[in-house]
Nanobody
């Protein structure tokens, strides 16, 4: 099993940037693909981005492509989400998630989830 905790959320103006971190513990982080998801009030949780266990493959939702970048540092057991050119519609709770199968992450069905961190983008 792996435990995940997000950090780095907050309030930012439109056009600004934030970097989220996802600290993993309890198991070998490098064995897991990981991803970021978000849920806005009144909306369903949606896939944002995913990265393979090695970091060699990345996937993005069309809504964030070109603005967000996922990365990971397996030596530090940490994943990251760099968010640039933020828009008010990016406002949501952002969740880090992981699974031993990258397909499950990309299909919005990862096994392990963090508690989430709030990102608010003001206009």
């Amino acid at each position: 099993q792996v435990q995940l905790v997000e950090s780095g959320g907050g309030l930012v103006q439109a056009g600004g940037s934030l970097r989220l971190s996802c600290a993993a513990s309890g198991s070998t982080f490098s064995s897991y693909a990981m991803g970021w998801f978000r849920q806005a009030p009144g909306k369903e949780r949606e896939f944002v981005t995913a990265i393979s266990w090695s970091g060699g493959s990345t996937y993005y939702a069309d809504t964030v492509k070109g603005r967000f970048t996922i990365s990971r540092d397996n030596a530090k057991n940490t994943g990251y989400l760099q968010m640039n050119s933020l828009k008010p519609e990016d406002t949501a709770v952002y969740y880090c998630a992981a699974d031993s199968l990258s397909t499950r992450v990309r299909l919005n069905k990862p096994t392990y989830w963090g508690p989430g961190t709030q990102v608010t983008v003001s206009s």
